[in-house]
């Protein structure tokens, strides 16, 4: 039998990096195949590849055993190959249905059939069970449901060769175990899937192989029977990592951050309070869409207030803007890092170095032999992967993108430092590296508060969580008492008969 | 970064083909006067260009500085031929004037949050009308300079034979060179210009850094203003300054700034600039008819946008979603 499709020999030369050096995949009809790999490994690249969006220096595609090119996205999408793209590319002026059918809108005689196109989109968004009505401008959306969206866009394509690249990296489990099972039910009508992930636990789940990539290269493969974690990290990594949790008990004693009923914008009506301590990891978790991102950027001040107080060390913080936040030391790391957290045509140089730029300038005038200093030890000690520090973030693969965002705000020196999803995509070495940062930096006294959608993330580098339910906290949980089932239900809004 | 360096290449190659081809066809072009009086109106126009192209940088758009040259022009023209003022308080009442209208175009457009176009685009027929309606739509002129001759010589001067526009140019491009490439201020214009968004979550105040842009094109405006009244000599308020904003535009445009935002340079401006005027000069050299002057203009205005555009196709184009 013919693989669906076959990549032989892909190379892709960028200046100054080879993103591949000859990389082979096969997918059947009716499989998952995983593709892993650490940040940069070429992963996207190879995928961008089948959905005609880059074109590779040398190497052969075939499609059920004819070779083909793959010149532009409609060839593609004619060839029957869908693809998730890691970034987004929804149009936030635009609501979910149009969205969804964007540039295949169902029309009779030229003009758009709403109908025809609400309908269909509603069947696809309760297939994946996001509730959310079809005529929400997307700029209401948080970026878990516009993930959800795109993943219905390419649903709608009813493709041969499904490809998700990293289509949960901001989903929560409930929506990923959603996830998990249109999957199944498309491998079972034949579809061939290509998975990407960095989240191991849910490809052991689904994946009937996994396929390893690694500085561009073939790493290996490894059939179903043999999946184990140790094993993946080995092929991705090219050795055993250590796998201890970096987690100590934290002594944290008193409260740094102190948020009185707090309003946000999205839940006016869900007054919201907690402290954070000095020196302790505090998070939020709960589904997508409970609120918790709204949260940390009201206390940025990103999100007008819609009331309620926000107290560092007993002083209070004027709300609504984050040049205030930033000089009383509290700083963000945002979810959305193309839109928000970096500017992605600049070096990676001047993003790390953009809030505080002050630091590194006399009179106003910027000491570049200082800032570059400043840049290249946070882009060493985040082992970011890229050619220099003059390159464009947009040419570095996401999880160095991410990478760059972290490192751009723990060189702010915060007393409180807030990450909404910090290892978004970022492979299972850097994660480690980012926890052990974030861990000398709670030994200082910082008080750190998390968002986070994974759930082996929450489990593992929190003192206490706090579960969100449709814009209230249902619960907060000392370390001692978390697992997986308390977050959920406290996260379905059940209460815990403790 | 690359990209900017050819950017200003490209315009400097385009730059010595017309002069060298205009040399050729007229031995008058390197003639002492003409170069003199070219460099002049390249010192007076480069000035509010610069502030032009600082407006383009932020993402915005100033429409209004013709305009603003009528109305200061006039309101110069009668503090000090009027009224008799001391002429330093005249020229810094003109150019705080300038300044003030720049910082309410920066106010509606930052914190009532007008359109640039929209709030310019206003001010462009507000001034004009004001103009003609304080002169009383009668041609202002200083005449004899009675009282402030001083200040009437200095505005028209040479430095060692060098025009004085042309050295204020030099003076305050450099200036504004140190500001834009060197300093926090000028990289905090660019991080607004390219994606605003980013930088408030990077703890810039935005509107600030906007309105500021508005604030020192509404100063060169001013201090343009008054070299360029005291060229022309008398100020018809229905004509002075016509679609000086556009060249303001045009030469920032030329010069590498992108419409969108985030990008350009003072050199860039500067040879834009320099390269309109050349133009100009062209026209009134080679004899082509003076009707032609404006097509003349846009034809090579199109031609540079196009080589840019050409020589930038290479670099995939910035996505917008
Ligand atoms: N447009 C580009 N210009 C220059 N280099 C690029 C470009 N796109 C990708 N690269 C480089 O190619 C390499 C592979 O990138 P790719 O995005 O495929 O990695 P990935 O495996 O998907 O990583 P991640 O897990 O972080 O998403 C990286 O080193 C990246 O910097
Ligand atoms: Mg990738």
Redesign the interface.
């Known amino acids: 039998m013919n693989p669906i499709v076959e990549v032989r020999g892909a190379v892709k030369r960028y200046p100054g990096v080879t993103a591949l050096g000859g990389v082979s995949l096969k997918v059947f009809g009716g499989e998952v195949v995983a593709l892993i790999g650490e940040n940069g490994a070429g992963k996207s690249t190879l995928m961008k590849i089948l959905g005609g969006l880059v074109h590779p220096d040398q190497g052969e595609i075939l499609i059920d055993g004819k070779p083909v090119q793959i010149s532009s996205v409609s060839v593609a999408t004619s060839l029957g190959i869908s693809l998730i793209h890691q970034e987004?590319?929804?149009?936030d002026n635009i609501d979910v249905a149009g969205n969804v059918f964007l540039g295949r809108e169902p029309s009779r005689f030229g003009i758009i059939d709403r109908a025809k196109m609400r309908a269909d989109a509603k069947e696809l968004l309760d297939r994946l069970g996001l509730p959310i009505s079809v005529d929400t401008s997307l700029q209401k959306l948080s970026l878990a449901q516009k993930q959800m969206v795109e993943i219905a866009k390419a649903l709608s394509l009813d493709a041969k060769v499904l490809i998700m690249d990293e289509p949960t990296s901001s989903l929560t489990l409930t929506e990923t175990e959603q996830l998990l099972k249109i999957v199944e039910d498309l491998r079972k009508r034949g579809v061939g899937i290509v998975y990407i992930s960095h989240r191991l636990g849910e490809v052991k789940e689904i994946a009937d192989r996994v396929v390893g990539m690694r500085d561009g290269q073939n790493a290996g493969e490894i059939p179903k029977e043999e999946i184990t974690h140790e094993r993946m990290v080995k092929m991705m990594v090219g050795r055993d990592l250590d796998r201890s949790s970096v987690v100590t008990e934290s002594t944290a004693k008193e409260d740094r951050l102190v948020v009185r009923d707090l309003r946000t914008k999205r839940y006016p009506a869900c007054p919201i309070s907690f402290e954070v301590k000095a020196g302790e990891v505090f998070c939020l978790s709960g589904l997508v869409g409970a609120g918790r991102s709204e949260v940390v950027q009201t206390i940025f001040g990103?999100d007008a207030s819609q009331g309620g107080t926000v107290a560092l060390d007993g002083k209070k913080i004027r709300s609504g803007?984050?040049?205030d936040?930033?000089?009383a030391g509290i700083c963000?790391v945002?979810e959305d890092r193309r839109?928000?957290?970096?500017?992605?045509?600049?070096?990676v140089k001047?993003n790390i170095t953009?809030?505080?730029?002050?630091k590194f300038?006399r009179v106003?005038?910027?000491d570049r032999g200082m800032e570059s200093e400043a840049a290249s030890v946070q882009s060493k000690s985040l082992g970011v992967k890229t050619p220099n520090l003059?390159a464009a973030v947009s040419n570095l693969s996401g999880g160095n993108q991410q990478k760059v965002v972290v490192g751009?705000w723990m060189l702010q020196n915060p007393k409180v430092l807030i990450l909404d999803e910090p290892t978004r995509g970022v492979d299972v070495g850097a994660k480690a590296e980012i926890y052990q940062l974030m861990r000398g930096l709670t030994a200082q006294g910082v008080a750190i508060l998390m968002v986070s959608s994974d759930m082996e993330e929450v489990l593992g580098v929190s003192d206490r969580v706090a579960v969100m339910h449709e814009g209230s906290i249902s619960g907060v949980l000392p370390r001692k008492d978390c697992s997986e089932e308390a977050i959920m239900r406290l996260a379905v809004g059940k209460e815990n008969h403790a | 970064m690359k990209g900017l360096l050819r950017k200003e290449t490209g315009i400097f190659i385009l730059l010595l083909v017309v002069c060298i081809a205009t040399a050729l066809k007229s031995h008058q072009f390197l003639g002492v006067e003409n170069l003199q009086n070219t460099s002049r109106l390249i010192g007076m126009y480069g000035i509010f260009s610069i502030g032009a192209g600082l407006v383009i940088i932020t993402g915005g758009i100033e429409l209004s500085v013709g305009s603003m040259f009528a109305l200061l022009g006039v309101i110069l023209a009668i503090l000090l031929t009027d009224k008799h003022w001391n002429p330093i308080a005249a020229i810094v009442t003109i150019v705080l004037l300038g300044t003030g209208l720049g910082a309410f175009h920066g106010f509606l457009i930052t914190r009532v949050k007008l359109q640039p176009f929209i709030v310019t685009l206003c001010g462009l027929l507000f001034y004009r009308g004001i103009a003609r309606f304080v002169a009383d739509d009668q041609t202002k002129g200083f005449g004899d300079a009675v009282g402030f001759e001083g200040l009437q010589k200095f505005a028209t001067s040479n430095v060692l034979g060098v025009p004085m526009p042309f050295v204020m140019l030099i003076v305050l491009s450099v200036v504004m060179w140190v500001v834009l490439h060197r300093s926090v201020y000028g990289r905090h214009l660019f991080a607004v210009g390219r994606n605003e968004e980013a930088a408030r979550y990077s703890g810039i105040n935005t509107k600030r850094v906007i309105a500021s842009a508005y604030v020192i094109s509404g100063l060169l405006a001013g201090v343009a203003g008054i070299m360029i009244a005291f060229y022309t000599n008398s100020i018809s308020p229905s004509s002075h300054g016509n679609f000086y904003e556009l060249y303001g535009i045009a030469a920032a445009v030329l010069g590498g700034c992108s419409l969108r935002g985030g990008e350009g340079t003072i050199i860039g401006i500067i040879l834009g600039t320099i390269l309109l005027q050349v133009l100009q000069n062209l026209v009134n050299l080679l004899g082509i008819p003076s009707s032609l002057n404006f097509a003349v203009m846009g034809a090579v205005i199109l031609l540079g946008v196009l080589a840019d555009q050409l020589l930038s196709n290479r670099t995939p184009r910035k996505r917008t979603a």
């Open positions: 987004l590319n929804t149009l990103t803007n984050p040049h936040a930033i000089e963000l945002p839109n928000v957290g970096l500017i992605v045509e600049w070096s001047n953009l809030p505080g730029l002050e300038a106003g005038l910027i003059d751009k």
